[in-house]
């Protein structure tokens, strides 16, 4: 019965076991999760969180005065610290989705609105940081921003794309 299944699974990319099962999928029957009606958005939240997480502990932002470099982290400014919270936060909200729990919906919303928080932040500290790097052109010294800040942009934008289309996607059930 398994060999009937490797070609269908092979046409849809899926590992299974028996049928149409996979064995993540069973796994996650026990733990109790719903794979089936909620990996892909929450994959989508769970990426967001980890880039965000990932971007606010990188490099935010270089200055070189010729003599000296310096650079600051994510994790030296308030809004790198508001990022990495929000990752943690993106993350532990989407693990709560997977189970089936009664607030799906308010975890939805709590999700856009995570995602929507560290976007705003991580617009905010571009546009300082540019501002910043325009007060400094009239000197030798030298800034340019950090890939941190970028990696944790892409983090908001795919966790922030996630939870709008899993909200959108169809209806919730009603709690």
Same mark, same amino acid.
């Given at each position: 019965?398994a060999?009937d299944?490797i ?8 590992a299974t076991?028996y ?5 993540l999928?069973l796994a996650?029957?026990q733990? &109790?999760w719903?794979?089936?009606?909620n990996s ?8 967001g &969180?980890v880039l965000l997480?990932? &971007?606010?502990?990188?490099?935010w932002v270089?200055v070189d005065?010729g003599?000296? =470099?310096?650079s600051?982290?994510g994790?030296e400014?308030?809004e790198?610290?508001?990022t990495l919270?929000? &990752? ?6 989407a693990l ?5 729990v009664?607030a799906?919906?308010?975890l939805g ?9 560290g976007?705003?932040?991580l617009?905010?500290?571009?546009l300082?940081?540019?501002?910043r790097?325009r007060e400094a052109?009239?000197?030798? =010294?030298?800034?340019?921003v950090?890939t941190g800040?970028?990696?944790a942009a892409?983090?908001a934008a795919?966790?922030l ?9 169809r ?5």
């Amino acid at each position: 019965m398994a060999f009937d299944a490797i070609p269908v699974c092979a046409r849809f990319g899926l590992a299974t076991l028996y049928g149409t099962r996979s064995w993540l999928y069973l796994a996650g029957e026990q733990l &109790g999760w719903d794979f089936m009606r909620n990996s892909i958005r929450q994959l989508g939240a769970v990426s967001g &969180g980890v880039l965000l997480i990932v &971007g606010s502990l990188m490099t935010w932002v270089s200055v070189d005065l010729g003599f000296r =470099a310096f650079s600051a982290t994510g994790r030296e400014t308030t809004e790198g610290k508001l990022t990495l919270a929000t &990752g943690v936060v993106l993350i532990v909200i989407a693990l709560l989705q997977m189970r089936p729990v009664n607030a799906r919906r308010l975890l939805g919303y709590l999700a856009v609105a995570a995602a929507l928080f560290g976007s705003v932040v991580l617009l905010l500290e571009y546009l300082d940081v540019l501002e910043r790097i325009r007060e400094a052109e009239g000197t030798p =010294a030298t800034a340019v921003v950090g890939t941190g800040v970028f990696v944790a942009a892409l983090g908001a934008a795919v966790a922030l794309v996630a939870t709008v289309w899993g909200l959108a996607r169809r209806p919730l059930p009603q709690e």
